[in-house]
């Protein structure tokens, strides 16, 4: 039971460790919103629990995600938000390989249910690209990039 808006960024964790969709799902409201790291939007529990479910067979099997930092901000006795910054190791490419380290930023508002229980109507994951400020929409897609001055090397003598 998610007893406190914190317990559902922690909860979110321990379900993606063990690749459960039903119990990640749990933690949402029955019409919640998730819009995920590419910007796919769902609209109820059921999606938000068959698109991990899918995500958990194809993509992050036996993926590890930690929190980082957790911050809560209560926005009156019965909503929060909350925002968990992570890192994730394990994803599988789609050529079945192991790829990187991931980092990024969950963000949920959560409501005390009458019961007790804090639940997320929404949520929304984005990657983090360190060093970046944008992405710039290119003919092959959106890439990372920054406006800050780029160091370049002193000429020799």
């Known amino acids: 039971m998610t007893s406190s808006p914190r317990g ?3 909860g979110f964790a321990a379900a993606w460790n063990a690749a459960d969709p039903v119990a990640l799902a749990a933690l ?3 019409d919640a919103d998730f819009v995920n790291v590419v910007g796919l939007w769902w609209t109820t529990r059921e999606q938000i629990r068959d698109n991990h479910a899918y995500g958990f067979r194809h993509m992050f099997p036996d993926t590890v995600m930690v929190l980082d930092r957790v911050m809560v901000r209560e926005l009156g006795d019965d909503v929060a938000v909350v925002h968990a910054s992570w890192t994730m190791n394990g994803q599988i490419t789609p050529t079945g390989e192991r790829a990187g380290t991931r980092r990024g930023v969950i963000s949920f508002t959560t409501v005390r249910q ?3 229980r ?3 109507v929404s949520a929304q994951n984005t990657d983090a690209v360190p060093g970046m400020q944008t992405h710039v929409a ?3 897609g959106l890439a990372p990039e920054t406006y800050a001055p780029r160091t370049r090397p002193k000429p020799g003598p």
């Open 8 to 10: 559902v960024a922690e």
């Open 114 to 116: 009458q019961s007790g």
């Open 138 to 140: 290119t003919s092959e």
């Open 28 to 30: 949402f409201v029955e």
């Open 118 to 120: 804090w639940l997320a």
